[in-house]
């Protein structure tokens, strides 16, 4: 079993840049392939980017290519998501969540979730 928790998360003027952390529990992390979404209020949680077990390949969402970067380190059993050149359109509350399957996008797969963290971006 991992438990996942997620810090980070804040206010941020439009363009600015924050770095999201998920810190997982269990002797297995780095068993896991772990990934990123978000849900906006009214909206389905959606994929931002996720990592495989080994940290050595990664897959984005086209909303966040070029601007999002997800690593990880399985000695200190944390995924992190650098995220810069922020937009209003970000806002939502940020989730990481654990799958043993791999690059994954669709919450389904994903077996672990933590409780979230709020982004809000300004213009």
């Known amino acids: 079993q991992v438990q996942l928790v997620e810090s980070g998360g804040g206010l941020v003027q439009a363009g600015g840049s924050l770095r999201l952390s998920c810190a997982a529990s269990g002797r297995t992390f780095s068993s896991y392939a772990m990934g990123w979404f978000r849900q906006a209020p009214g909206k389905e949680r959606e994929f931002v980017a996720a990592?495989?077990?080994?940290?050595?390949?990664?897959y984005y969402a086209v909303s966040g290519k070029g601007r999002f970067t997800i690593s990880r380190d399985n000695a200190k059993n944390t995924v992190d998501l650098q995220m810069n050149s922020l937009k209003p359109e970000d806002t939502a509350v940020y989730y990481c969540a654990a799958n043993l399957g791999g690059l994954r996008t669709t919450p389904a797969y994903y077996d672990y979730w933590g409780q979230g963290t709020q982004v809000t971006v300004s213009s």
């Open positions: 990592i495989t077990w080994s940290g050595g390949s990664t």
